[in-house]
């Protein structure tokens, strides 16, 4: 009998259907990356409110108000 594997959305619990459209999040200390759902992501999220909401809570984390002033940089484009 085949294995049912279903997998939820780590912002708001959806459950992820045939048709939805997820995306897979990696993020630590210096980096969020975003990418097409993978079945091996660690972090997965059921579309961009939600990985907008992660990268929102990432900005603000601990690890971010920590950093020294002189280590920040902003690019412009």
């Not at 780590?10 to 897979?24: L, M, Q």
């Not at 059921?46 to 971010?64: H, N, P, R």
């Amino acid at each position: 009998m085949p294995r049912i594997v279903q997998y939820e959305c780590d912002g708001c619990g959806k459950i992820k259907g045939s048709d939805n459209h997820w995306f897979s999040v990696s993020a630590d200390g210096n980096s969020f990356q975003v990418s097409r759902f993978d079945r091996n992501a660690t972090s997965v999220f059921c579309g961009e409110q939600c990985v907008l909401t992660a990268l929102s809570d990432w900005l603000a984390s601990a690890k971010m108000h920590t950093a020294r002033p002189e280590t920040l940089a902003v690019v412009n484009q």
